[in-house]
């Protein structure tokens, strides 16, 4: 209904146009909207849609009369309310009867004086707005008893404060929280409740309010106090909001104690603070996941395992950080059979790090269980092996260098012994060899089968027999390093290339080229050249033949520095300063099973009377006579490198014995 009578809406029904003109003049002098119907089934379509303020209604109409439009306006859910004035020329006291049983509320006879309509539907719309105003009174009324006897129940203080700052309600909460009486609160200033030290500030802060009086919270960055009667203060949340009474706007306070609260987050921020202390001083990696594998919770350890930040770890699946998605499936394979029996879990992993290096670890698993027996997640227990495992190798390393250096001097003491014993054997034979030629020569004459003859070739046969097995001893006994190091002395290894070189040229093919290359400033070395030259040319002997009479060998001298190798024959770490004399061939190169055996005495790969399998224990032992060490590199069809690492002697120059030495050095080392 229209707060303002003179606008209101009223809806006129009458078949007679004459009569709906007259009171459509009547009505719209005094402000009335007016809407016209001949028919009372159109009005109530019109009604439905845009129910009226009041409702003129004559009775005497054709299809439906008003007595039928009345009924039908007071069964409607909606219009049964509207006030129907009948107004009719029908004057009869039954008809009148009939009409307030229908539901009317007047009934003014035609013909009719203007002031009487005008008057009428002023005082029933009046009517109407007071009833209306007081059923919204006694809704209100009864919503505001609902409210305030929900507040009483409530758990929280609710506190109503005037514009004046005046208590005007407190429910029962409050006299608990604060000490005092309701009868002593109220009309008192809200201060009452405020410590006395922030009284000016609270009544600042008040008066700032009600400038813009919007719902708000009051202590979302800083703890509120309250103060209760005996003096003491609490901490509080406070929610502000607004109400609009017949007393004007009302301030709501909802408050509400969090002293418990409080304790508990400092009891609780305690107890984090000492499991993040005892976390961040755990050696091994913590990481707790829920049950669906998201990381919750990481400590410092971990962090620094792995090279992530807390948060670049939290929120994800723990799947992320293993290398191998083999091991992260084993580990989910058993934590699902052992989900049953709570059991924990414990293996070798390898995990990723953030520069996708892998970190060998030892991760126990254990299940974190609720009081139902429900798995909520689990708790990881990640452990660095690196170290471990370093040591783990290096103690295998150890063993592999120890066998094989009990096995080379086992071999060394047996082919030492072996070549002893034989030379004095030869000796022997070759010193009757040498004695019956010296006969052959004096006392057989050549006859007609030329027995003679034959009989000194054969003797000068056995004597080149020997003269080979005399040579095969010399390089046991060198394999063996009987002997010595008297003849060591500081040698530059320039020289030794040069009569190497023209040594090779005429035993290789043609098809097999040699080069040589030394780098400047190279230092000299404590050696035996003899035994040197027998080094180089083996190894050169060796790629001649395993080249199969075509391709290159390229010999290079260097000084160099070996951080952290192993020796390829006598399998010890070497590390140091060292003369680098390495020969690089082309051939096919050697297959990396054979590598760790190429050393040992009597081992050949060539067929059966092509090589007796000393050349390269020869090098062997040679190379560690002089304190050295060996490097093999070789790949499939690359060829091989042999690098000779000779200790240098330090701080010492190494110019040649004289010039012409030096410029005849140069002119070999210089490539074909």
């Keep these: 209904m229209q707060t303002n009578i003179n606008q209101a809406n009223i809806m006129v029904i009458d078949d007679r146009p004459a009569n709906l003109n007259y009171l459509v003049d009547i009505l719209a002098a005094q402000g009335y909207k007016v809407r016209v119907f001949p028919d009372g089934e159109l009005a109530l379509q019109s009604a439905e849609r845009n129910p009226p303020d009041l409702i003129l209604l004559d009775i005497d109409m054709p299809k439906l009369n008003g007595f039928e439009v009345c009924v039908m306006l007071k069964a409607h859910t909606v219009l049964k309310n509207i006030p129907v004035i009948f107004i009719s020329a029908l004057i009869d006291s039954s008809d009148k009867i009939r009409a307030f049983n229908c539901g009317g509320v007047d009934f003014i006879s035609k013909p009719f004086e203007p002031e009487e309509v005008k008057l009428r539907i ?41 514009q004046q700052g005046n208590i005007v309600y407190c429910n029962p909460v409050t006299e608990q929280y604060f000490g005092y009486p309701a009868s002593e609160m109220i009309n008192k200033k809200i201060e009452l409740l405020v410590p006395s030290a922030l009284h000016q500030a609270h009544v600042r802060h008040r008066h700032n309010y009600l400038t813009q009086p919007t719902t708000r919270r009051m202590s979302e960055h800083r703890t509120i106090l309250a103060r209760k009667k005996d ?20 301030i709501s306070a909802e408050i509400k ?14 107890q984090q603070q000492f499991i993040d202390d005892a976390l961040g001083k755990i050696g091994d990696g913590i990481m707790i996941t829920n049950s669906d594998g998201n990381i919750l919770m990481t400590n410092p350890a971990i962090q ?11 929120g994800k699946q723990t799947s992320f950080i293993f290398n191998n998605e083999t091991e992260y499936f084993n580990i989910q394979n058993q934590l699902n059979d052992t989900h049953a029996t709570q059991q924990h879990i414990s293996l070798i992993c390898h995990l990723i790090r953030i520069d996708r290096t892998t970190l060998p670890a030892e991760i126990i698993v254990v299940p974190v269980v609720d009081n139902q027996g429900q798995n909520n997640g689990h708790f990881h227990i990640v452990r660095d092996i690196s170290e471990r495992v370093r040591m783990e ?3 295998k390393n150890l063993v592999q260098q120890l066998i094989q250096a009990q096995k080379m001097e086992a071999l060394g003491q047996l082919t030492g012994g072996i070549a002893h014993d034989f030379n004095n054997i030869l000796a022997s034979m070759m010193g009757f060899t040498e004695l019956l030629i010296d006969i052959a020569k004096d006392e057989l004459e050549p006859d007609q089968h030329n027995v003679g003859s034959r009989f000194s070739d054969y003797l000068h046969e056995i004597q080149k027999s020997g003269e080979r097995a005399q040579t095969l001893i010399a390089q046991m006994l060198t394999f063996s390093r009987q002997g010595n190091n008297n003849s060591l002395q500081a040698f530059d290894v320039r020289i030794l290339l040069n009569e190497a070189i023209k ?10 080229k040699i080069q040589a290359h030394a780098a400047d400033n190279i230092s000299q070395v404590m050696a035996d050249p003899v035994q040197l030259h027998q080094l180089l040319m083996n190894i050169c002997i060796n790629a001649r033949d395993a080249m199969a009479g075509k391709g290159s060998i390229t010999i290079d001298l260097r000084n160099t520095t070996i951080v952290n190798s192993t020796c ?28 760790t055996r190429l050393f040992e005495p009597f081992f050949t790969t060539k067929q059966v009377g092509k090589g007796t399998g000393m050349g390269l224990a020869m090098v062997h032992g040679i190379t560690h006579r002089h304190n050295g060490h060996i490097l093999v590199e070789s790949e499939a069809t690359q060829g091989s490198v042999f690098h000779i690492l000779l200790p240098y002697i330090p701080d010492q120059e190494t110019p040649p014995k004289n010039q012409s030495e030096l410029e005849e050095t140069q002119s070999v080392l210089a490539p074909e």
């Design 257 to 270: 104690d969090i002293s418990e609260q409080q304790k508990l987050k400092s009891d609780l921020a305690q």
């Design 231 to 250: 003096g003491q203060t609490f901490p509080v949340n406070i929610n502000l909001s607004n109400l609009y009474s017949d007393k004007g706007l009302l």
């Design 393 to 395: 190798q290096e103690n």
């Design 568 to 595: 390829t024959s006598c399998h010890q770490k070497i590390s140091g300063h060292y003369l680098d004399l390495n020969i690089r061939d082309t051939g096919p190169g050697i297959d990396n099973k054979l590598i």
């Design 304 to 314: 620094t395992m792995l090279g992530y930040r807390s948060d670049e770890l939290e």
């Design 122 to 162: 002023k005082t029933h719309l009046t009517l109407t707005r007071t009833d209306i105003l007081e059923t919204e009174i006694r809704r209100r009324l009864r919503i505001e008893k609902q409210y305030y006897a929900q507040l009483d129940n409530f758990s929280d203080a609710i506190i109503h404060v005037d």
């Design 503 to 512: 040594m090779l040229r005429p035993v290789l093919p043609s098809s097999i």
